[in-house]
Structures are given as C-alpha cells and as structure tokens.
C-alpha cells in the first residue's frame, strides 16, 4: 500500500528523532512539498551550475551540526598507529615532538610537576618501585623519527564536493547525499569521501541511515578506488564493492553474490575493511551480517563510497561523529587478539647469533578461523638462553640490580658477577642523585668513581651538572619564598615580591627583588669546582627585632632572601667560569637558567620552556645522558640491546603500517610490552 506525503513525512520524522510539531505554533503557508512530503529548499547542485540551468531543488533533512573535526573514534584506539590517524586537522604539537611508539616528549615528565618538589637522596630500591621509570628517569625506550615518514593520516570525515557523480547533492553537514538525476539504466550516480582510509587502520568502519528507498531503492554501499567511475554503482566497475538495496546482493567487477536480506527507509548499513586479510564486511542494525570479498583495497587506495540510481533516494552517512549502532569496539579487539596471537605463535631460532624463523619454517596465517592452528611454539633452548642475555643487559643497564640477579644464568661466576653488582650499585646511586635534585652528590661521585666522564668534550658533562645545581637552587628560592608566603597567610604574594593578596598566577612572573652584592665564593665546593655548595641550612640575612627589643631567634630553615643570595653568586660564578666559553651551547644554557629568577614558581609556570627545564622531566634527561656517559666509559654499550630491538620493532611497524600492511596495526609493540 502506497503512503501518502503525510505518512512519509511522519514516518521519516520518526527515523530522524522529530518530534510532531508543536500545536502552539503558528500556522504558516503551506511548503511545497516532494514525493516523501519534505519541504524542497533550493540547493545548487554542480550540474546546475554549470550549465546554467534552473537549480534542481533537493529535499530539506534535518542535519547534525556542521563538523570540521571531530575525536578519533574509539575503536581506532587499537591501533598500533592510532596516534597518526587524525579525524581532520594535524596534531598541534611539532612533528619533532612525536614519537614513533604514540607517546610524545611530555610523556618522559613527571605528570605531577609543579605539584611537589622532592629533593635529597631517593630512599628507593628499583626493583621493588611501582612505577615504570627506571633509574635513568625514562619511562620507555625513545623511539626516533624516521626520515619522510608521516606525523599524521586523515581519516575521512565527510563526501567529496569534488569526488562526486554531478547527480548527486551534498547536505549542509557533508554527511547527506541526495538524488537529483532523471531515472533510467544509466542514470546511476556514486561519491567517495574526502580522503580514502589509511590502511594503518587496522579495520575501517562506518555506517549509512537510509534516510529514503526512493521509487526503486537502488542503493549501494561499500568501498571503491579512486579511478573507478561516478557514473556506475560500487560494485559494477573493477575495484569496486558494494551490497545493494534492492536486491539485498553483492557486487565486484560486475559479479553478483547472493549474500543478504534488502535494505529500505529507516535501515542503517555498516561497512567494514578489514586490512590485515583485505575483506570486507557489512552489518545491519547493528548485527553483523558476514565478511565477503577478498582482495579489497589490496592493489589500490580505497574510499567509501555509496551510489543511488532512482528518484528520492537519500542517505546519511556516520564516519564517527556519532556513536555506531554495531559494537565495532568489540569486533577490532577480537581481531586484534587473533592477530597478536599469530604474532606471539611464530616460531623464532638464533642463527649466527641472530633471530629468524627456523629452517623450512611457515609464517602463522592470520585468516580467520586459524586462532586454533596458531598454537604457542616452544623456543629452542639456545633461543631462551639468549633471550635471557638481552633481560639481563638491559636490566643491569637501567640499574635493576635485584631482577638481574634472578637471570643470571652462570651461578659460578657468581665473584665476578658480584663485582658488576658494585658496579651497577654506584653508578644506580649517581644516576637518582641527579634524579633527586642532589647534583652535589651526583659530582662528587662521579668525579671520585669516573673522573673521565667530567672530562671528555672539554667539560661538558660538569658543565650540564653545575648547570642543573643552579637551576636547583633557584627551585629551593621559589619553595621558600612560597612556604614564607604560606606562613604569612597571604596567598601567592608577599611584600618582598612587590604587592600582597595577588593570586598565584598573577604573581607567577614576578621578578624577585634585589640583593645587595653577592656573597664570596665559599672555600669548601663540589669536587673539582670553586662554587659553594647548597649546603646544610644558613641562617637569616640579618636578625630583626621581635617588638621586645632583643634580637628575633633564627629559624632552622633558611630564609628565601638568603637563598637568592647563594642561588644568584653561583649563577654569577657560574657565568664568569665559561664566560670565555666559545660554544654557543654553553651560552645559551645558563642564560635559560638564570631566566627562572624572573619567575616566582617555575615549576608551574604557564610558559611551556619553563616549566620543562625546571621540572622532572629535565632531570630525567640529564640522568640518562650521565647514565650513558658512565656506560660509555666503562667500555659498555649506550643503549641495551633489547631496548634497540623495541626501538626497531616500533619503526619497522609504522612503516609497514603506513606502506599499506594492515596486520601491523595490530603489532601494538607498546600496549603490549610496556602498559598494563
């Protein structure tokens, strides 16, 4: 039975969320109205506009607000590479801040900087911390940039205003596509989305409201090259797929497959790829129907695509702006979870000393269906021994001195490997030194145990260690100004910073006040240097009176004005030292340094380059460049060789991945090595 204009408009109204209208509202002159009862605003389609005839009106849809952009869908979060996929706009932070694994350069900081300020010796044993930063202050291996690889990958967000059959209409929000052609054979209309589909995906996905069937219902939905033609269905042209409506068949090349029940008004079509076997697959109302196809998007990039054929026919796509109605979430872990399991089953030998796949070995299939086949393989003995080698480096190399213990695999070296024990132990205690704050521990140390280090590349290292210690000292005038603060009761201002009552961040730049000249330099410093050292407490620059008439007794803990001096003779020593110093490095590093003076509370400092040379993050650096300086020395290898072969793993991934190889995705070396 036929519906009238009124009982499609309703029925459409019912399928978009509209309600009736109000009876409240005025009665308004009656709009014309199309065959599904829609009013039909004018819209200019391309063909109309350049031809110059009258402009073909289409129907009005209710449309979602107009989206530029919008977040990553949750399901690419199981991606490998998810970090490069981007909905629309590139990430905000250089690509120089990027790196490989999907971390950035922050990520290396301490998330809590600018809340506490711990300083001293750290009373922590490696192997029993919670956390995952290691004695040299890295929380994983650092992963470089390739050269000329991607900082980002589109994702497609909307339908082509150029990439479209001239038949066919945009909406407003660049997710609608309606029908404005005459009806016949060749009357067939398609459009491709902005970007065609990163294949480092993994598996793409995306879903179409069938807003009108139109007269004939001959839609089709799925994925089609970029030089397939606009003017034929997906699925009628080579490198094309597509699951039409009419007929509920699907199509590639011009081959028809039964597969499916038809799809009319109201229904909404989920189409999916599958990169890691190059299948397609397609759900309805959220049930998933079947994978079918092979060697989808295999030779060629792919975009989504849908086309429409008779009179009325409309469609809304959902890229991601909307929540899909087919728990896509589940089915890409499901995937994810085959494939890292093929992964984990491939057989592994050492060759000459090198890993490889076994003589006469097969790799592990990743189709569906072989989770079963891929049974875990059991390494060689020499394999496990081996791998044994690359903990045990590793762990002695961040200092981990109680696990690599447990790896020891010659207990009767157990004299020689004692004294690698001390080893570790020294330079463990040098390394959470620098990490702590206390650089005078962290000199004297390493001047006592490895002097050379002090000394290579004219000084550089001691120069990066004095440098730290007067960062280290304006910290100590910044907490005690702030404590002094506190204790006056004022918040975030005192009268030594030229106002009271001022907020915290209204002060945050506030130069603080002149001293009188600086003090000597004290006669007792750090090994190998004339700079005083921080010291036990010192007392008040001078002593006031108490409102009794005799002299106020000291505090125990050193006044900031007192620290000001001390911070402020050593940058001065400091300045004078290297003034000489033709390296531009050394110049700029203690101008940085003595420009936190300015600032009341570097540590939470809203200018991004100060809060990172004040806060953990640059003495994780720094520790970790001592760390390898140390190593370097002792004849031992910078970077442990596991931590090479992650580093390796990461890159040779994302290069797959962004040359088309979708099982990468799933190679997520990162979420399942080091995240919990």
């Given at each position: 039975?036929?519906?009238?204009?009124?009982?499609?408009?309703?029925?459409?109204?019912?399928?978009?969320?509209?309600?009736?209208?109000?009876?409240?509202?005025?009665?308004?002159?009656?709009?014309?109205?199309?065959?599904?009862?829609?009013?039909?605003?004018?819209i200019i389609s391309a063909s109309s506009s350049r031809s110059g005839n009258t402009a073909i009106p289409a129907p009005h849809v209710s449309s979602p607000a107009l989206?530029?952009?919008?977040?990553?869908?949750?399901?690419?979060?199981?991606?490998?590479?998810?970090?490069?996929?981007?909905?629309?706009?590139?990430?905000?932070?250089?690509?120089?801040?990027?790196?490989?694994?999907?971390?950035?350069?922050?990520?290396?900081?301490?998330?809590?900087?600018?809340?506490?300020?711990?300083?001293?010796?750290?009373?922590?044993?490696?192997?029993?911390?919670?956390?995952?930063?290691?004695?040299?202050?890295?929380?994983?291996?650092?992963?470089?940039?390739?050269?000329?690889?991607?900082?980002?990958?589109?994702?497609?967000?909307?339908?082509?205003?150029?990439?479209?059959?001239?038949?066919?209409?945009?909406?407003?929000?660049?997710?609608?596509?309606?029908?404005?052609?005459?009806?016949?054979?060749?009357?067939?209309?398609?459009?491709?989305?902005?970007?065609?589909?990163?294949?480092?995906?993994?598996?793409?996905?995306?879903?179409?409201?069938?807003?009108?069937?139109?007269?004939?219902?001959?839609?089709?939905?799925?994925?089609?090259?970029?030089?397939?033609?606009?003017?034929?269905?997906?699925?009628?042209?080579?490198?094309?797929?597509?699951?039409?409506?009419?007929?509920?068949?699907?199509?590639?090349?011009?081959?028809?497959?039964?597969?499916?029940?038809?799809?009319?008004?109201?229904?909404?079509?989920?189409?999916?790829?599958?990169?890691?076997?190059?299948?397609?697959?397609?759900?309805?109302?959220?049930?998933?129907?079947?994978?079918?196809?092979?060697?989808?998007?295999?030779?060629?990039?792919?975009?989504?695509?849908?086309?429409?054929?008779?009179?009325?026919?409309?469609?809304?796509?959902?890229?991601?702006?909307?929540?899909?109605?087919?728990?896509?979430?589940?089915?890409?872990?499901?995937?994810?979870?085959?494939?890292?399991?093929?992964?984990?089953?491939?057989?592994?030998?050492?060759?000459?000393?090198?890993?490889?796949?076994?003589?006469?070995?097969?790799?592990?299939?990743?189709?569906?269906?072989?989770?079963?086949?891929?049974?875990?393989?059991?390494?060689?003995?020499?394999?496990?021994?081996?791998?044994?080698?690359?903990?045990?480096?590793?762990?002695?190399?961040?200092?981990?001195?109680?696990?690599?213990?447990?790896?020891?695999?010659?207990?009767?070296?157990?004299?020689?490997?004692?004294?690698?024990?001390?080893?570790?132990?020294?330079?463990?205690?040098?390394?959470?030194?620098?990490?702590?704050?206390?650089?005078?521990?962290?000199?004297?140390?390493?001047?006592?145990?490895?002097?050379?280090?002090?000394?290579?590349?004219?000084?550089?290292?001691?120069?990066?260690?004095?440098?730290?210690?007067?960062?280290?000292?304006?910290?100590?005038?910044?907490?005690?100004?702030?404590?002094?603060?506190?204790?006056?009761?004022?918040?975030?201002?005192?009268?030594?910073?030229?106002?009271?009552?001022e907020s915290e961040a209204e002060v945050e730049s506030v130069v603080l006040p002149s001293m009188p000249p600086p003090l000597a330099p004290s006669s007792s410093g750090?090994?190998?240097?004339?700079?005083?050292?921080?010291?036990?407490?010192?007392?008040?620059?001078?002593?006031?009176?108490?409102?009794?008439?005799?002299?106020?007794?000291?505090?125990?803990?050193?006044?900031?004005?007192?620290?000001?001096?001390?911070?402020?003779?050593?940058?001065?020593?400091?300045?004078?030292?290297?003034?000489?110093?033709?390296?531009?490095?050394?110049?700029?590093?203690?101008?940085?340094?003595?420009?936190?003076?300015?600032?009341?509370?570097?540590?939470?400092?809203?200018?991004?380059?100060?809060?990172?040379?004040?806060?953990?993050?640059?003495?994780?650096?720094?520790?970790?460049?001592?760390?390898?300086?140390?190593?370097?020395?002792?004849?031992?290898?910078?970077?442990?060789?596991?931590?090479?072969?992650?580093?390796?793993?990461?890159?040779?991934?994302?290069?797959?991945?962004?040359?088309?190889?979708?099982?990468?995705?799933?190679?997520?070396?990162?979420?399942?090595?080091?995240?919990?």
């Open positions: 039975m036929s519906l009238s204009n009124r009982e499609r408009a309703a029925q459409l109204d019912e399928i978009l969320g509209r309600g009736p209208p109000s009876p409240t509202t005025p009665a308004s002159p009656s709009p014309r109205l199309n065959r599904t009862g829609l009013q039909r605003p004018t989206q530029t952009s919008f977040p990553r869908p949750s399901y690419l979060d199981n991606s490998a590479l998810r970090h490069l996929l981007h909905s629309e706009l590139p990430p905000t932070l250089p690509p120089n801040r990027y790196r490989f694994d999907g971390s950035t350069s922050e990520s290396l900081s301490n998330p809590s900087i600018g809340s506490q300020r711990k300083r001293g010796p750290l009373n922590i044993d490696s192997d029993d911390d919670d956390t995952d930063v290691s004695v040299d202050g890295r929380e994983s291996p650092s992963v470089p940039r390739l050269p000329n690889a991607p900082t980002y990958l589109r994702l497609p967000t909307r339908w082509s205003e150029n990439d479209r059959n001239t038949a066919l209409t945009i909406g407003p929000g660049g997710r609608e596509l309606f029908f404005q052609g005459l009806e016949g054979k060749e009357s067939a209309a398609a459009a491709r989305t902005n970007v065609s589909i990163p294949p480092a995906c993994g598996i793409y996905y995306y879903e179409v409201l069938i807003l009108d069937k139109g007269t004939k219902g001959y839609i089709s939905i799925g994925f089609s090259a970029r030089d397939v033609r606009l003017t034929r269905l997906p699925g009628w042209e080579s490198q094309s797929w597509g699951y039409h409506g009419d007929d509920g068949q699907v199509f590639t090349g011009g081959s028809e497959l039964p597969f499916g029940k038809k799809f009319t008004t109201g229904d909404v079509i989920g189409c999916g790829i599958d990169f890691t076997t190059h299948r397609a697959f397609y759900t309805k109302g959220g049930v998933f129907i079947n994978s079918v196809f092979n060697d989808v998007g295999a030779k060629a990039e792919i975009f989504p695509s849908v086309g429409l054929r008779s009179q009325g026919e409309s469609i809304r796509a959902n890229f991601g702006q909307e929540p899909f109605k087919f728990d896509i979430n589940a089915y890409v872990q499901q995937e994810r979870t085959r494939v890292w399991r093929a992964i984990q089953s491939t057989p592994i030998d050492v060759v000459d000393d090198h890993f490889q796949l076994p003589p006469g070995a097969k790799l592990p299939s990743l189709e569906p269906g072989s989770m079963r086949e891929n049974k875990a393989n059991e390494p060689p003995r020499k394999t496990l021994k081996r791998m044994n080698e690359l903990i045990y480096a590793y762990l002695v190399h961040h200092g981990y001195s109680g696990t690599a213990r447990a790896f020891r695999s010659h207990p009767e070296k157990e004299e020689e490997e004692d004294k690698e024990d001390l080893a570790v132990a020294s330079r463990q205690n040098i390394v959470r030194a620098v990490l702590s704050g206390d650089i005078d521990t962290a000199i004297s140390e390493t001047s006592s145990k490895y002097p050379e280090v002090l000394e290579v590349q004219d000084g550089i290292m001691l120069f990066k260690l004095k440098c730290r210690k007067f960062v280290e000292m304006i910290l100590d005038v910044a907490e005690a100004y702030r404590k002094e603060v506190e204790a006056s009761g004022k918040q975030g201002a005192g009268a030594g910073a030229g106002g009271g009552g750090a090994p190998g240097s004339a700079f005083p050292t921080l010291g036990p407490p010192i007392s008040p620059m001078a002593s006031t009176s108490n409102g009794t008439g005799g002299p106020q007794s000291h505090t125990e803990t050193p006044s900031y004005q007192s620290l000001f001096l001390l911070a402020r003779s050593y940058g001065q020593l400091l300045s004078t030292t290297y003034k000489d110093d033709r390296r531009s490095s050394i110049q700029t590093s203690i101008k940085r340094a003595s420009s936190l003076i300015a600032f009341v509370d570097p540590l939470r400092a809203e200018r991004e380059e100060v809060g990172s040379l004040a806060g953990q993050g640059a003495r994780n650096e720094l520790a970790g460049e001592l760390n390898r300086a140390i190593l370097e020395s002792m004849g031992l290898p910078t970077t442990p060789a596991l931590e090479k072969m992650y580093c390796q793993s990461v890159a040779a991934v994302t290069v797959l991945g962004c040359y088309g190889v979708g099982a990468a995705a799933f190679a997520d070396t990162r979420r399942e090595f080091l995240e919990d």
